[in-house]
């Protein structure tokens, strides 16, 4: 089954919601970035939760979610648009920590540590909106719920999920973010949180064969949600040899210049999906009087 997610409201227009099932958008991105099992949880709850964000957005707004923590992974970065894509990426994508004791789960907190959340619009204006907040467990979701409430004001749940097979690959992922409306009613809020309260794991939703409409219909049970048409969803990475040209030339004219000299073919890896570009001597010799003639080159 391909990736998708669902947006609805509530029939009263109190509460608005998003869910999504991001197996395979996951799994793309463990393989691409070959992340291990606690990596591969962390950054496929920042995905999803990006993929939902995204879709808040309109037209060719952008959105990038940015975790940087004091834990080994040191940093997660995802960014989505309006239309289902997402891509990202961990600093460190190899970490092991011991499994949780409690639960015996992927400690993605541990793998986090303390730190902040920033995210990142770009809304086709001069300058992006950007709002920043404290980590608050490093789980991801709890992160997200603080962050809606604190930097934009909007009273949220967040719940995500990723089930690893033992095999590394990713056997479930997906999640939910429910949003109350300005001016919901007291029965409206008292209902998602009773409805919210009795979710233990989105896992265990997934894994039980919940789709995310069946997610929407129970976080908004007794409140008649109108589901709209799905959104496929998908880890898709917009890089090419013209936006790595331009990496290239932001290092400058004596870097390039040393480069040449060196007389050997430059690789350079997309950071979000690792696809690698090769640019022989001559292709930075190009780039270089390109870039001259242009004047966008530093020196």
């Known amino acids: 089954m391909n990736d998708y997610m669902v947006r609805a409201m509530s029939k009263n227009g109190d509460v608005r919601i998003f869910a999504a099932t991001t197996r395979n958008t996951v799994e793309e991105a463990r393989k ?21 964000m995204g879709a808040m957005l309109k037209g060719d707004d952008m959105i990038t979610l940015q975790i940087r923590g004091d834990g080994p992974v040191k940093g997660l970065t995802v960014t989505a648009d309006a239309r289902g894509h997402v ?74 999920g990723v089930l690893m097979n033992h095999d590394n690959t990713v056997r479930e992922a997906g999640g939910f973010i429910v ?6 009613s007291e029965e409206s809020i008292s209902a998602v949180e009773k409805n919210v309260a009795k979710i233990h794991s989105v896992t265990d939703l997934l894994k039980e064969g919940n789709k995310p409409e069946d997610i929407i219909r129970l976080v908004l049970d007794g409140l008649e949600p109108k589901i709209f048409d799905p959104m496929p969803v998908e880890f898709k990475c917009d890089c090419g040899v013209e936006k790595v040209s331009r990496v290239l030339i932001s290092i400058g004219e004596a870097e390039l210049n040393k480069l040449i ?19 022989s001597v001559d292709d930075v010799k190009e780039l270089l009087a390109e870039a001259k003639k242009t004047g966008n080159l530093r020196k």
Do not use: W
Request: glycine share 12%.
């Open 261 to 279: 000299e060196e007389g050997e073919p430059v690789e350079i890896r997309c950071e979000f999906c690792g696809k690698a570009y090769t640019f």
């Open 179 to 184: 949003q109350m409306l300005p001016g919901a």
């Open 32 to 52: 691409a970035h070959n992340t291990s099992p606690v990596i591969s949880a962390a950054l496929g709850r920042l995905l999803t939760g990006g993929a939902m």
């Open 87 to 160: 891509k990202g990426f961990a600093l460190e994508p190899e970490v092991i920590v011991p499994i949780r004791e409690s639960d015996h789960k992927l400690d993605v907190g541990k793998a986090v540590g303390h730190g902040t959340l920033q995210i990142i619009k770009d809304l086709g204006l001069k300058d992006p909106y950007i709002g920043q907040t404290a980590l608050v467990n490093g789980e991801i979701a709890e992160d997200l719920t603080y962050y809606f409430a604190s930097s934009e004001q909007v009273p949220s749940a967040v719940g995500l």
